[in-house]
């Protein structure tokens, strides 16, 4: 008699704590899903504008390097091929650039760049005082039209392994643009593509 009332209070009890821990168990779920929803919602509102972003961003490296002259650089940085080194490096620290463009006449005959002024003229051991730029300049520099894309550019820089490439058309220099120019006008371009289509999804 001892063990039937023994198991019916066992019985009992669990009847009576199994409505209370359903009741706990659903108020859990209720408040994760309470806060679980707001996280989706936000997720997947990132999700539909990386979609949006990736799908519809134009492809900025198929712009020709005319629309990088327009927004990006100054004038030419030219120097003339009988200039001094030293005039040449105080040019360039100056204003801050890299390489100046060598000209002759009118014409480019080449390019003097910070490595040609460590490897050629101070390894070297000559005097930036007593020589001329034209000695000292890469000659024959490669070189780009306005109507090359800025992504062949770009691989142009990266193969050869030179981060200056004078924009030359029909004979006249147009622009001195460095491996960065290029890189600062893609990624300032596509951050600004990015913040529209933020804000469009903000508005719709």
């Not at 198991?7 to 806060?35: C, D, R």
């Not at 002024?117 to 005082?129: E, I, N, T, W």
Request: aromatic share 4%; net charge neutral.
């Amino acid at each position: 008699m001892r063990k039937i009332l023994e198991k019916s209070a066992t019985v009992i009890g669990l009847a009576l704590i199994s409505p209370l821990a359903f009741a706990a168990n659903l108020e859990e779920v209720q408040t994760f899903v309470g806060k679980a929803v707001p996280s989706a919602f936000v997720l997947m509102m990132l999700i539909i504008i990386a979609l949006v972003y990736f799908r519809q961003l134009p492809n900025k490296s198929a712009d020709t390097l005319q629309s990088v002259l327009n927004s990006e650089t100054n004038a030419a940085q030219t120097v003339e091929a009988d200039a001094l080194v030293i005039e040449c490096v105080r040019k360039m620290a100056g204003q801050k650039i890299g390489a100046l463009m060598v000209m002759d006449s009118g014409k480019l005959v080449g390019i003097f760049t910070e490595r040609d002024a460590l490897s050629r003229v101070l390894a070297a051991g000559r005097d930036p005082r007593d020589t001329r730029v034209v000695e000292v300049m890469t000659t024959d520099p490669c070189c780009a039209s306005p109507q090359m894309t800025v992504g062949a550019a770009m691989d142009l820089v990266t193969k050869n392994q030179f981060r200056h490439l004078p924009v030359v058309e029909n004979g006249k220099v147009q622009a001195l643009l460095s491996s960065r120019d290029l890189s600062h006008w893609l990624g300032k371009n596509r951050t600004g593509e990015l913040q529209e289509v933020v804000e469009l999804s903000h508005q719709s």
